[in-house]
């Protein structure tokens, strides 16, 4: 009765915004009245803040399309879907008119989205800050076999964030700007509504943007959130991504400040009404910028240092250095000249406690660490996994680690299963649904339950069905959207996640030229694979442009030799997202995480295959550590050297790639194809000779040394997988079972119990 109350609802609503029958309506008009009834839903959820408040600060938000995932949150989604098909309307399709946001770009975004799906989920006042990208990163189109950079124009219409009539004044560079609060609401899956708040100028113009995604960078009042990390390699670019951090943070604080007073916060108490979370190092500015807000209202200068370090935490996602930001303390006077005199006071603040001046904001050459102030000058640093964390302790901050031993603490990531479950594979959803209920959905641990049925014949053999179901259907989006064919009787090996020389996608590349001459000799793998990647690499990372070249190019070498394409494919997802991302981790049989050990903070996009029943294949390196713990060494593919060798190996400098290329014939074999006349043909010389010298006489992140082992363990996987398909099927639950423990739920609920403390008075 309760069901066919609700389609009535719906239907009544939607027939109601269209003004004419849902059969007679556009795609357009439904998702258009379906997102005035979510907004309307979403207000009834919205609650008053008593005591505590979090403000999330990050440079990204990579959110995804929101329709069906605030449907799901909101119990309306089955009404919704049987209400359209009734109709003969299908959700499908409806979702396919949806523009995605282009707020975020890899790991870090998706994980602030998560945090935020998470908090509301939990009934936590917790809101994020962050910028409205009008481009986002960029529209990734494949020419010739190498990315170019195109503008991701997804502005438009009706969307979810919805402009306010608020503004803060932000000055830069000795002009004032109005800073436009746009707002989001983030429902919570039978939770609150909480809000994404997104700062823009209203006087952006698109039409700046030359060929490309190139634009007169100095032209700050159309340019400044056009793009998210606006290229980088000249002085503009650098300059312009201070601009649009401090628009974050200013815009942001003000806001912080103007809320917790009219909550009735004195300032001198604001520690009992705010906590902020620094998301990496883009929004540290908020530090001195909050500093400086309080002593415009008559705190001092040493009270104020002292309110926003207990308000503020600072999460760590790195030990890489390029991405611990530093800045020439010139640029800071030209951008933030207000902000220099605070910095400045807190640098001396530092030298007074300590006489390391490897530890100083400002150092010998006047660059301006913002790692340093986040952690002299915040009540928490966090990682992001075990691994990572101790990393951090013992190593890369061991020198911040002694001064305050008491501040340095571990959140293993986590993934909301909300989005990465029941929206992306809603089949397994039901399957598991139907074996152990339906606490899972609100409680990830309860997943655990489904141990009883590893030996269940039954039941693998519906995993392994509904497996074979999602590789069909990634084949029919495949030919559909990129109009490429796949094998779905293949194993299905996927490695997705942004491009990075330390994630190794080039490692990836090497074991499938390995394979393309054990193919030729005769020596086929125990199953035909389809290796398919998805990733952007950043329009200026000259070497990640090169690997995804390589991959290209070789995908071709392979399409047109019908010997070795009868039993192994290459496929490279043109703008690899979020929507592609849903498509691919339900498909996925062997998930690659094969980062250098010590180089991935956490990584959630294994949290996410195996979830959805793939078997990883990686190295001990972030959360992988983590995941080969829960599953036992039987349920996951571990290979390479540790993070101790490899740290080792960096302190001692004796790791000479050469020396590997020249004593191992297939590394070497492997190489030398590269520029080989079967590339060249599909490849430019330039790109393809250029990564070669790079894996030959530098090769930072040590593919050579793992490349046989990676070999090995990835064709005794593929092996596995072909000769005992139940025996895997029963590994794959077991990996779904215990992949609770990695829900973003879990990891808030630990934030908040040892950082945050949200809604204490």
């Known amino acids: 009765m309760k069901i066919k109350e609700n389609n009535n609802k719906i239907e009544t609503a939607l027939t109601k915004i269209c003004k004419r029958e849902i059969s007679q309506c556009s795609y357009e008009e439904l998702y258009t009245a379906l997102l005035e009834i979510v907004e309307e839903e979403s207000k009834k959820h919205a609650a008053p803040v008593k005591g505590r408040k979090l403000y999330y600060i990050s440079a990204e938000f990579l959110i995804g399309k929101l329709l069906s995932n605030n449907l799901i949150n909101l119990g309306l989604y089955d009404d919704v879907k049987v209400c359209l098909e009734t109709h003969g309307r299908s959700m499908a399709e409806l979702e396919e ?428 793998p125990k199953a035909p694979i389809t290796a398919i990647f998805g990733a952007k690499a950043a329009p200026a990372y000259t070497i990640a442009k090169d690997i995804i070249h390589a991959l290209l190019a070789l995908s071709r070498v392979i399409g047109d030799d019908p010997e070795v394409s009868r039993w192994m494919q290459v496929v490279f997802i043109e703008n690899y997202n979020v929507t592609a991302a849903e498509k691919m981790i339900p498909a996925c049989d062997l998930s690659e995480q094969i980062s250098l050990a010590s180089k991935e903070a956490s990584g959630t996009g294994n949290m996410k295959f195996m979830l959805n029943g793939a078997l990883t294949l990686g190295t001990l390196d972030g959360a992988n550590v983590e995941i080969a713990e829960a599953v036992g060494e039987d349920n996951i593919y571990i290979f390479g050297q540790s993070s101790s060798q490899v740290i080792r190996r960096y302190s001692n400098g004796d790791y000479c790639a050469r020396e590997w290329y020249e004593v191992d014939s297939n590394i070497r074999r492997a190489i030398n194809f590269l520029t080989g006349e079967e590339m060249l043909s599909h490849g430019t010389k330039e790109n393809l000779e250029r990564l070669k010298n790079e894996l030959i006489n530098k090769d930072w992140f040590q593919t050579l040394p793992d490349f046989n082992a990676y070999v090995v363990r990835k064709n005794q996987a593929i092996a596995d997988y072909a000769q005992n398909p139940m025996d895997w099927a029963r590994r794959t639950l077991i990996n779904i079972s215990k992949a609770g423990y990695f829900s973003s739920d879990r990891t808030i609920e630990e934030y908040n119990k040892d950082i945050w403390h949200l809604g204490e008075a």
């Open 97 to 524: 008119t949806e523009p995605e946001p282009s707020l975020g770009n890899g790991g870090l975004g998706r994980l602030a989205a998560c945090f935020l799906d998470s908090l509301a989920t939990l009934n936590l006042p917790g809101d994020g800050i962050g910028l409205r990208y009008h481009c986002g990163l960029f529209h990734q189109k494949f020419t010739n076999q190498l990315q170019r950079e195109t503008p991701d124009f997804w502005l438009g219409g009706d969307e979810w964030a919805k402009r306010t009539e608020k503004t803060y004044t932000v000055s830069l560079a000795g002009k004032d700007y109005k800073a436009r609060l746009y707002q989001l609401a983030v429902t919570g899956y039978e939770g609150r509504t909480n809000y994404l708040n997104l700062f823009d100028l209203d006087t952006i113009d698109d039409s700046v943007i030359r060929e490309g995604i190139s634009f007169d960078k100095t032209d700050i009042e159309k340019n400044l959130t056009l793009f998210l990390y606006p290229d980088d390699s000249d002085e503009a670019g650098r300059l312009l991504r201070i601009y649009q951090q401090y628009l974050m943070v200013s815009a942001g604080a003000q806001m912080i400040l103007e809320e917790c007073m009219e909550r009735g916060s004195s300032l001198h108490d604001l520690d009992k009404y705010a906590a902020i979370q620094i998301n990496d190092t883009h929004p540290s500015m908020v530090i001195p910028e909050l500093i400086r807000l309080l002593c415009e209202k008559g705190i001092t200068f040493e009270e104020a240092a002292e309110i926003v370090t207990k308000v503020c935490a600072y999460t760590n996602h790195t030990i890489l250095a390029e991405a611990l930001e530093k800045w020439p303390k010139y640029y800071l006077d030209t951008v933030v000249p207000q902000l220099v005199p605070i910095i400045e006071k807190l640098d001396a603040m530092v030298r007074e406690r300590t006489q390391d001046g490897s530890t100083a904001i400002i150092d010998d050459y006047k660059t301006v660490h913002m790692a340093h102030m986040d952690i002299h000058f915040t009540h928490s640093t966090n990682g992001v996994a075990a691994l990572h964390t101790e990393i951090l302790k013992n190593s890369e901050l061991n020198h911040f680690y002694r001064l305050y031993p008491e501040r340095f603490n571990n959140k293993t990531n986590g993934i909301t299963f909300r989005r990465w479950l029941l929206k992306c594979n809603p089949e397994l959803t039901e399957l598991i649904e139907s074996l152990i209920g339906p606490e899972f959905k609100k409680d990830a641990s309860k997943l655990e339950g489904l141990l009883a049925f590893t030996e269940d014949e039954a039941v693998l053999e519906k995993v392994a069905k509904l497996k074979r179901d999602n590789k069909e259907a990634l084949a029919q989006w495949l030919f559909h959207t990129q109009n490429i064919a796949v094998n779905p009787e293949s194993m299905f090996l996927i490695q997705s996640k942004r491009l990075h020389e330390y994630k190794r996608q080039q490692l990836n590349l090497l074991y499938l030229i390995h394979q393309y001459f054990e193919i030729k000799a005769g020596h086929m």
